[in-house]
């Protein structure tokens, strides 16, 4: 099969598993480029990635998710130059060896049979929140377009091009895939969530993992206020719920 995939890994201080993860996304059928966005990492992130056969773009500061997602996007596109766009599959960095899974996500989109893919892990690593802003973001997403994801935050998601550039510009950090579901959605673009067999490292309850999900709420939240009053337009168009 030709390649006619491209992965988008956003890291930041993942020297310790971006080689397994960028090995296990090169060897999916269809993907034949891999791109980590090096998100001003103290660590030797990007030159790991590098010589585990990755193209990397690094960012001299930490800029965050939204903006190493459009990075790598840009990327592709360069190298895509004039010929057929490829499929942007996205993927975090700590999955290591489990990033093998993703191809499910891939075939709907090259199928044609969906815009977008959502991933959903069948193996649920224990976190150390306690589930506020994945209940913001399903919430936000349901009261907006009707849809509830089973899992509204994952950023495994493969998507065609003019999907992405439909939802651009990206909404900031940590709110993008909320964003994303819900831009698309009311632009008409099909959307499916796919069951695979991957997971995240464990989450911690230090104060920088507080600190993480504490920027998370931030971020959905924000996300979700500046489409509120489309929401809000379209619930006085249907009439109060009942």
């Known amino acids: 099969m030709s390649g006619d995939t491209a992965v988008i890994i956003p890291a930041v201080n993942e020297a310790d598993r971006i080689s397994a993860t960028v090995a296990a996304a090169a060897a999916l059928p269809g993907v034949d480029l891999v791109v980590v966005v090096d998100d001003g990492s103290a660590d030797q992130t990007?030159?790991?990635?590098?010589?585990?056969?990755?193209?990397v773009v690094r960012h001299s500061r930490n800029r965050g998710k939204a903006a190493a997602m459009e990075t790598?996007?840009?990327a592709v596109r360069l190298l895509d130059g004039d010929g057929t766009p490829r499929h942007l599959l996205f993927l975090d960095a700590d999955l290591g060896s489990t990033a093998q899974a993703a191809a499910p996500l891939i075939e709907p989109v090259r199928a044609g049979e969906a815009d977008m893919t959502i991933a959903v892990f069948t193996t649920r690593v224990k976190l150390g929140g306690?589930?506020?802003?994945?209940?913001?973001?399903?919430?936000?997403?349901?009261r907006?377009?009707?849809f509830s994801p089973a899992q509204p935050l994952n950023g495994q998601r493969c998507l065609t091009r003019r999907a992405f550039e439909a939802a651009r510009p990206l909404a900031h950090g940590f709110g993008v895939e909320t964003a994303l579901t819900i831009d698309l959605l009311r632009k008409g673009y099909r959307i499916t969530e796919v069951e695979v067999d991957m997971a995240h490292r464990a989450t911690g309850t230090d104060w920088r993992a507080q600190l993480h999900r504490a920027r998370q709420l931030r971020d959905v939240g924000w996300a979700l206020v500046i489409?509120?009053?489309?929401v809000t337009q379209n619930r006085r168009k249907l009439g109060p719920r009942r």
Not at 46 to 55: H, P
Not at 130 to 142: D, Q
Not at 227 to 230: G, I, N, S
């Open 72 to 74: 790598g996007a840009e």
């Open 144 to 146: 907006a377009t009707g």
């Open 46 to 55: 990007g030159r790991v990635a590098r010589a585990a056969g990755a193209r």
């Open 227 to 230: 489409r509120e009053p489309v």
């Open 130 to 142: 306690h589930g506020l802003v994945v209940r913001l973001s399903k919430e936000g997403i349901r």
